[in-house]
């Protein structure tokens, strides 16, 4: 199990736009997970607080951790609804212990972390005891300054701990080294290069999530140049952004920093995609293939991937031939950008506009249900789940909000 680095970002009375840009960020640059607090009493500022973490997460594709004020169990609900990960409950400001027991057994034993700000509470095996009997998933730690004793308590620990540090008197491989340390959560690396700091733990002999090619350029067949072709992907769509090349430099310069580098065969030397536009593309998988003369890569792309500002190179048509091209895993997202444009272009005359205005309650799925024959139930369940998306645009809920819920319940 590799080590996490867990940036956190203290979100009270920060700006929305400037949480979110700071939080994709770090996504972009390597980050594990994303540590977003605020304990902040005032109902209406909690209330922006959960807003912006539900906004975020559809922005961010790593796990996140949310702290908040939490007083009863309804709290935590509102927490994880967001879309949240894990919930992290400061132990100290929790009146009603029972929430621990009533939100794990509602949620899971792999959602609640508990927030400790004294090293003493975890030297006491029965206050750990009743940690575990409730449920709790961690305990994050803060301000430990690392001892032979404290390496001893936490390695004998049964809860894992996560230590929250802003690293200006710790070095984060030692913070790093006990057993049961699942990651180091700090501000630390706002604005640095978190990948290279990654590198850096490697090469002390700490397991860290970073990109490692599982074979060697050697064995990649390569071209006359020396080059092999990469092949570049959405990695969500699945959509061919562009075609270029890699020699050994670019391959292992991409492996190395998660960015796509490549070897521009008109300049004669390296190319960072993205390095004056600011269009970067951030590696999230590479393959290649049976003859190993050919690279696929899956990427996060920032902006347009080709230079006349269009989304991917593949943009002028030389021929094509009517066919059906309804792609089954996009419909449902293809309606409902429709549906949400007539909520926000409304069109007179359009039914979309009118169940916003009017709603309507489907029930004819039950009846169909009731009836033999699939065709009626399958107009019926059509005609439900367009009502469904209706709703869901009205309540500013889209497709990726419900698969993270169902993914949460698998």
Known sequence: MYKKIIPYINCENEIAANVIKEATQYGYSGADELFLFNYSTDEASEEEFLYTVKDLIKQVDIPVYIGCYIKRFEDVKKALYTGAAYVVIKYSILKDKNVLKEASERFGKDKIVIELEDYKDIQDNTFISELIESGVYAILLKHVEITGEIVETISSLQLPIIIRDSLKKNDIASLLEPYNVLGVSTNHYKDKDLMKAKLSLKQQNIQVNTFESSIDFSEFKLNEAGLIPVVVQDYKTSEVL??????????????????????????????LKGETSGHYQYVKSMSIDCDKDTILAKVLQIGAACHTGNRSCFFQELY?????????????????????????????????????????????????????????????????LYHLMVLMAQCNLDWNDIIKELAHRR
């Open 320 to 384: 094509k031939k009517e066919y059906d091209d309804t792609n089954p895993l996009t419909v449902l997202s293809d309606v409902y950008n429709i549906i949400l444009d007539r909520k926000q272009n409304p069109k007179e005359g359009s039914y979309t506009n009118y169940l916003f205005d009017k709603g309507e309650e489907a029930t004819e799925i039950v009846i169909a249900a009731k009836n033999p024959g699939s065709e009626e139930l399958k107009y019926e369940i059509s005609d439900y």
């Open 242 to 271: 562009m075609v270029a090349y890699m020699n050994e430099e670019a391959f292992h310069k991409t492996v190395e920093t998660g960015r796509m580098t490549y070897y521009s065969r008109s300049r004669q030397s390296l190319w």
